[in-house]
């Protein structure tokens, strides 16, 4: 990830600790969008989903959004009613304090799913974080959205449009509970780029679906994920839908943002200790490439052995049986370990060397290569092994 996290122009960001879970832990943080920036998003398709996700939802229909409220430690999912009327205490509570409408605040959560949201302790906690407003705050917010996570994440990129500078920078949480559509985490991507909203979404569906959307650190889907995506157009740089390069290099650059972080989400998987990538080629289609992808990402046989540096190609063969791709023919399946080809001909490649496959399951960075040989379609997903502290860790997450 690039070392500097560049200011964006028209955003300002402001963190205090409000003691919801672990008390002195940075928690709350408040997002300033300037005036006339536009405001895209895509939420969880987890049918369960969080009281601040249906506020958020509801206010970005109702209004231009001008400030985000975060709180970790806390989810506010699973609460009913009563977690509706807390996120919306919480959004009319910023208002008041910055003089916007209530519907103009979009609230996030993230952390414990099923209790209570401490809305006196957040609002109290308000006035820190707005005081505390300015537009290098970055690395402090994000830290401050962060729950099991071990490490902020966050990332800047710039490109020249119109002969102009133009800078992206984004956040994102994210360590546990990771798994389309979309993983657990919340993600914050701002430009100082004018972009009107129907581009603007349809630039932030195409780089969330190859990146926030090929992550798997445990194949669950959470009930709070968020991706926003904003655009200030402080830079004076107007980007227009006919404009088709331009178009083309700023989709570049805000997907690249986006990959950085969702693979920096899966790098810091709860226990991880290996980042895997997992490509699948000849696929007749995109689907069924990545169906493929994902349940070879999905097995724990396969992340088990992953762990252990086991190539047990066994597993991954297994994986792939069981992905639900109709009519596939084993026998044509080739499968490598890196460079090394592992299977081939429905079997055990004849020339595959045991120590050979070790010396890359010894790898912190691993590539499993899958050849389905029916087709031209190829997606490629990222995700990592299970270990103990996997399981410790969420063992442990609520005392």
């Known amino acids: 990830m690039q070392s500097e996290w560049l200011a964006v122009d028209g955003i300002r960001l402001g963190v205090a600790s409000a003691g919801i879970k672990t008390p002195g832990r940075l928690d709350l943080v408040v997002f300033e969008l300037s005036d006339n920036t536009v405001t895209a998003a895509v939420f969880t398709k987890n049918a369960f989903c969080a009281a601040p996700v249906t506020v958020a939802r509801q206010h970005l229909q109702a209004a231009a959004p001008k400030y985000f409220i975060i709180n970790t430690g806390n989810a506010n999912a699973g609460t009913g009613a009563q977690g509706v009327d807390d996120a919306l205490a919480c959004c009319a509570a910023l208002a008041e304090r910055v003089g916007v409408s209530k519907a103009e605040v979009l609230p996030f959560s993230t952390g414990v799913i099923g209790e209570p949201l401490p809305t006196a302790k957040i609002i109290s906690a308000l006035d820190t974080a707005v005081a505390g407003r300015a537009a290098q705050a970055w690395e402090s917010a994000a830290t401050g959205i962060l729950t099991t996570d071990t490490v902020p994440k966050g990332c800047s990129r710039t490109l020249r449009l119109q002969g102009q500078q133009v800078t992206i920078t984004g956040i994102a949480k994210g360590s546990g509970m ?176 045991e120590e050979l496959g070790q010396q890359e399951m010894n790898k912190q960075d691993i590539v499993i290569a899958i050849d389905l040989a029916r087709g031209n379609s190829f997606e490629r997903v990222w995700t990592c092994d299970f270990s103990y502290d996997y399981v410790r860790i969420n063992a442990e997450y609520r005392t």
């Not at 252990?308 to 992905?323: P, V």
């Open 178 to 353: 990771i798994h389309p559509n979309m993983a657990t985490l919340l993600a914050f991507i701002t430009t100082d780029l004018a972009v009107d909203q129907a581009l603007l979404h349809r630039c932030l569906q195409q780089a969330v679906e190859t990146s926030f959307n090929r992550i798997s650190v445990d194949g669950d889907m959470s009930t709070n994920d968020a991706c926003t995506l904003s655009a200030t157009g402080k830079s004076g740089v107007i980007l227009a839908a006919s404009n088709v390069s331009e178009v083309e290099q700023f989709q570049s650059a805000l997907t690249d943002v986006a990959e950085t972080l969702a693979q920096a989400l899966v790098r810091d998987g709860e226990g991880a200790t290996k980042f895997v990538t997992i490509e699948v080629s000849g696929g007749r289609t995109p689907d069924e490439s990545l169906r493929v992808a994902k349940s070879v990402a999905n097995s724990p046989l396969v992340k088990t052995a992953l762990f252990a540096s086991d190539a047990n190609w066994g597993r991954i063969l297994a994986a792939i049986g069981y992905a639900g791709v109709e009519n596939i023919d084993m026998q044509a399946i080739q499968i490598k370990l890196g460079d090394i080809c592992i299977v081939r001909d429905g079997g055990r490649a004849p020339d595959y060397q």
